[in-house]
Structures are given as structure tokens and as C-alpha cells.
């Protein structure tokens, strides 16, 4: 290898890791403001390492009323669109790459248009929608909104992952005396995972991170969910960072373990290559 061809490559390898420092540091100084003291946090000269840790802004937080109430609420809400999403999404995408039918090319055009829709510019047509059918105030009802918006996308990419899948694997697979669905199941499935994992991930962060909607649509405490409890560490007392920044942290980890649970899935079949003999 060239001094010219090494150099190129170190040069690229630190502009990558400085490129991954700026983005991970604002997630390291979330987590550890959320081990400062309140006389920490408010310093004026910043503290990059906490010491000592102190948990006691965990513990104001875990403390607020029905915080396990809307933990589950989000839970519910967010692997509900997911599956949902998943399953009509599968289904979608083979119908339009392997299915020829009038207003093909009419349903691509307007999942693209659909897309391009601003999710705030909605909330007034779904919330009537939603209080005609006596849905508001429902969790399914939110779970319902998500995937308005959740649908065209991963539609749109599964479409892609299915049409690199040659249709001939599942053709012979039908003539060794596989049905339809066992090809899908044995065949198709398998090759479609790294889309499949991709569209989960973007499906749960979606449903997960939403404020308005969900702020918007429940009217009762009780349905809730963890972003519209977020606010309730601002009062007219004032703020308490503290308790505030450590419910963040508590309110990322689930993604963060969702997403290091597909990861693997993820980058290894994208890796992997296309079909093994």
C-alpha cells in the first residue's frame, strides 16, 4: 500500500470518528447530566465526567405519578405499529412488485405524495376523523394515526428489498410442491429481513417519540404516553432539569436496546450477501 493511498485512508478514518463524536456527544452529556447534582447542572463551568454519580434525579423522576401507567402505554402503542405496520406492509409491498393490477402505478404515486405531507398539517382532519367514529381518547385509535404515517414508508422501502429478491427462487420453490405461502415463509421471508428490520426500527422511533398526536388525541391522564410526561417537569414553580434530563435518559433506553436487539440482524443481512445454495 502507498503513502498516498494510507494517508487518504487515515484522513477518511478521522473525519469518520469525528463524525461519530458529534453525534454520540450529545447522548453522553444527556446521560451524565443525569448523574449531576441540580448544583452541577446549573454550573457555570461544565463538568464532563460527573462525580461523584448521584441517582437522585432518577429517583424524582420514577417517583411522578403514573409513570409505569404510561410506560406501558407507549410500549403497547409503539410494538402495536409496529406489528401492524410490518404485517400490511409485507403484504403491500409483494402485492405491488409481484402483482400486476389497474392503479399500480396510482397507489406508488401516492405513497410518495403521502410522505410529503407535513404530520402537523393532519392533526385537525384525523382528530375529527377520529371523533366521528368515537375513537379519540382510544389507544387504538392512536395506533391508528401512527400508521397513517408509518404505512407509506415502510411500504415504499420493503418494495424495494422485494424486488431485488428474484422471482424465480420462489417459482421453483412452488414447483418442488411448496404452496404460495410456505415459499413466502421458507423463501421470501428470510431474504426480506434486513428490510423487515430496517422498517421496525423506523416504525417504533415514529410511534415512540411522537408528542403531538398523542398529546392531542388522549384526553384522559391515563392514556398517556412517556413523551407527554416529559412536560410534566415543567410547572409554574419552574423547571427541575434534573428530574427532567434523567426522564430522558430513562425515556431513550428502550430504543437503544431495541435497536442493539435488530443490529445484528441488520447489518449481517445487508452484509451477508443474496442467496446461499
Do not use: H
Not at 10 to 39: D, E, H, R
Amino acid at each position: 500500500m502507498s503513502s498516498r493511498t494510507r494517508t487518504r485512508r487515515n484522513a477518511k478514518n478521522v473525519l469518520a470518528l469525528l463524525v461519530a463524536a458529534v453525534m454520540i456527544f450529545p447522548v453522553y452529556w444527556m446521560f451524565a447530566t443525569s448523574l449531576k447534582t441540580p448544583g452541577q447542572i446549573l454550573s457555570d463551568v461544565p463538568q464532563f465526567i460527573p462525580w461523584p454519580p448521584s441517582v437522585e434525579n432518577f429517583r424524582r423522576a420514577l417517583d411522578q405519578p403514573e409513570f409505569w401507567t404510561f410506560a406501558r402505554n407507549s410500549l403497547v402503542v409503539s410494538l402495536s405499529t409496529v406489528a401492524l405496520s410490518m404485517l400490511i406492509a409485507l403484504g403491500a409491498s409483494i402485492a405491488v412488485v409481484r402483482f400486476s393490477f389497474r392503479g399500480r402505478r396510482l397507489f406508488l404515486v401516492v405513497l410518495v405524495l403521502v410522505q410529503m405531507i407535513p404530520q402537523s398539517a393532519m392533526i385537525i382532519p384525523i382528530y375529527l376523523m377520529l371523533r366521528s367514529v368515537n375513537a379519540l381518547d382510544f389507544l387504538p385509535g392512536l395506533v391508528a394515526t401512527y400508521l397513517t404515517f408509518v404505512l407509506p414508508f415502510t411500504i415504499w422501502t420493503l418494495r424495494g428489498f422485494v424486488a431485488g429478491v428474484p422471482v424465480e427462487l420462489e417459482e421453483a420453490a412452488m414447483v418442488d410442491g411448496c404452496s404460495r405461502l410456505r415459499a413466502f415463509v421458507q423463501i421470501l421471508l428470510p431474504l426480506l429481513m434486513p428490510g423487515v428490520v430496517a422498517t421496525s426500527i423506523f416504525a417504533f422511533v415514529s410511534a415512540w417519540d411522537d408528542y403531538l398526536f398523542a398529546y392531542v388525541l388522549m384526553k384522559s391522564q391515563g392514556n398517556y404516553t412517556l413523551p407527554v410526561w416529559l412536560v410534566s417537569f415543567q410547572t409554574q414553580e419552574g423547571v427541575d432539569y434534573g428530574a427532567m434530563i434523567a426522564a430522558s435518559s430513562i425515556f431513550s433506553v428502550p430504543v437503544l436496546v431495541f435497536f442493539l436487539f435488530v443490529q445484528r440482524r441488520l447489518v449481517g443481512g445487508m452484509t451477508g450477501g443474496a442467496v446461499k445454495e
